[in-house]
């Protein structure tokens, strides 16, 4: 029986150990010492210099960044996650961000998570036209984006019960915002630019995410495959810049 003891209290003292806090580097700039993708313990003693930079998430959602010079803990105020409040989605995360230890492709994108793979829109909810593929967008305010706009174009767009033909997407501007009557919903989206065709499979945000954190919105682009848009996110945290 005591035996039984000790072995019982070892195990719980395993699951309630600082070790199951997961964190993971998602960026970095200057001399960090780190790689994004990285796992680290809360406890872990990291030593940032001057104009080194790395930002954090952890298994809670909690998404923050760390400038030096710093010397110290990783985070020594987090805590191993209660039971409900770790990120369902964790395995998709940290597969998109690069774990080697992940056991499946959940993200059609680089398993790195460098935030200078592409050139990124001022917004993170504008929804690139570049290609085909998921798309994440809020309620209202549905915004198209290029990256090249040597041309003008004439575009239209059909989704889910709604068809707006004959735009107007003049030379030189990267974003077209769609007409406020145009609610998306999800499911499937067919964008015309001079007869190219894009399909995109849009999913709406929440509007329990609407104020979400940062780490919040991460995961949950993440989980619905927009890839590019999670990127442009950890680019804005990352650089300290808001959010739009």
């Not at 010492?33 to 930002?55: V, W």
Request: proline letters at 7%.
């Amino acid at each position: 029986m005591r035996k039984l003891s000790l072995i019982t209290a070892l195990v719980l003292g395993f699951l309630a150990s600082p070790a199951m806090a997961e964190i993971i580097v998602v960026a970095t700039s200057g001399d960090a010492g780190l790689q994004a993708g990285q796992k680290l313990d809360p406890a872990d003693q990291i030593s940032l210099q001057q104009g080194a930079r790395i930002t954090i998430l952890s298994k809670t959602g909690a998404m923050r960044v760390i400038d030096g010079p710093y010397s110290g803990p990783v985070d020594a105020q987090e805590e191993a996650p209660k039971a409900g409040t770790a990120v369902a989605q964790w395995d998709a995360v940290k597969t998109f961000l690069g774990d080697p230890d992940a056991r499946t492709e959940v993200v059609g994108a680089s398993r790195s998570a460098k935030v200078d793979l592409f050139a990124a829109p001022s917004s993170i909810w504008d929804v690139s036209v570049d290609s085909s593929g998921p798309r994440c967008t809020r309620a209202s305010g549905l915004v198209l984006w290029r990256k090249n706009p040597t041309l003008p174009l004439t575009v239209s767009v059909r989704g889910p019960g709604v068809r707006v033909t004959d735009l107007d997407w003049p030379k030189g501007d990267n974003a077209l915002a769609l007409p406020e009557t145009f609610a998306p919903e999800d499911g499937r989206m067919v964008v015309s630019l001079d007869g190219n065709l894009r399909e995109l499979a849009v999913k709406v945000l929440p509007e329990e995410l609407e104020n979400a954190a940062p780490g919040k919105l991460l995961v949950w682009l993440v989980d619905n495959k927009c890839a590019r848009q999670a990127q442009a996110l950890i680019a804005h945290v990352h650089a300290r810049t808001e959010i739009r």
